[in-house]
C-alpha cells in the first residue's frame, strides 16, 4: 500500500500536497504557478520534484504555505522499506529561517508519517553536523541521534 499525501495544518502553517502540473511548472521555471518567498525554489527543491515526478521516484512533497504563500518544502525521501522506515527531508527559504517554521512543520510530518500504518519509524539521514536548526528541528520532534560521522549525522523517530 502506497502513502496518499493528505494537506497537513499547524499553528501556523498548512503543508499542501504538491500538485504534479505544479511540480513540471515549477521544474521548468514557470514559478507563476505559485506565489513564492524569496529564495524558493532552491536547489535542494528541484531536485526533489525530479525525483517525486520521475515514474516510479516514491517520493512524497508537500508545499509549505505560511498563508497563501509557498515558503518551504517537505516530503520523503523515496517510500517505506522493508523495516517500516521512512526518510523526510525539508528546507525553507532564507528569510523564513530562525522563527519556529523547521520545528512546527517536522513535527507535523514526521506525526502524520508515523500515523500511517506501514510507518514503524521516521528517519532523517545525513544531516549535516554543521546545521544546527535543522538539527534542532528534529530533536524538537523527538528524533534521537543515531550516530554521527564524517561530519553527517542520523536521526530516527520511532512510533511510540
Known amino acids: 500500500m502506497s502513502l496518499r499525501p493528505t494537506r497537513i495544518a499547524t499553528r501556523r502553517l498548512v503543508l499542501a500536497p504538491l500538485d504534479e502540473e505544479v511540480a513540471h511548472a515549477v521544474l521548468a521555471g514557470?514559478?507563476?504557478?505559485?506565489?513564492?518567498?524569496?529564495?524558493?525554489?532552491?536547489?535542494?527543491?528541484?531536485?526533489?520534484?525530479?525525483?517525486?515526478?520521475?515514474?516510479?521516484g516514491g517520493s512524497l512533497v508537500w508545499l509549505v504555505m505560511l498563508g497563501e504563500v509557498v515558503i518551504g518544502d517537505c516530503g520523503t525521501l523515496g517510500g517505506v522499506d522493508d523495516q517500516g522506515a521512512i526518510e523526510l527531508g525539508y528546507g525553507l527559504a532564507a528569510e523564513h529561517r530562525g522563527r519556529g517554521y523547521g520545528n512546527e512543520l517536522v513535527r507535523a510530518l514526521s506525526g502524520w508519517l508515523l500515523s500511517q500504518p506501514q510507518?514503524?519509524?521516521?528517519?532523517?539521514?545525513?544531516?549535516?553536523?554543521?546545521?544546527?536548526?535543522?538539527r534542532r528541528a528534529l530533536e524538537n520532534a523527538g528524533f534521537v541521534l543515531e550516530r554521527e560521522e564524517g561530519g553527517l549525522t542520523w536521526y530516527a523517530l520511532r512510533r511510540p
Open 119 to 134: 510507518v514503524e519509524q521516521v528517519v532523517a539521514r545525513e544531516v549535516l553536523a554543521d546545521n544546527i536548526a535543522s
Open 30 to 56: 514557470d514559478f507563476s504557478v505559485v506565489t513564492s518567498a524569496d529564495g524558493w525554489p532552491h536547489d535542494d527543491t528541484l531536485d526533489a520534484l525530479q525525483v517525486a515526478t520521475a515514474p516510479g
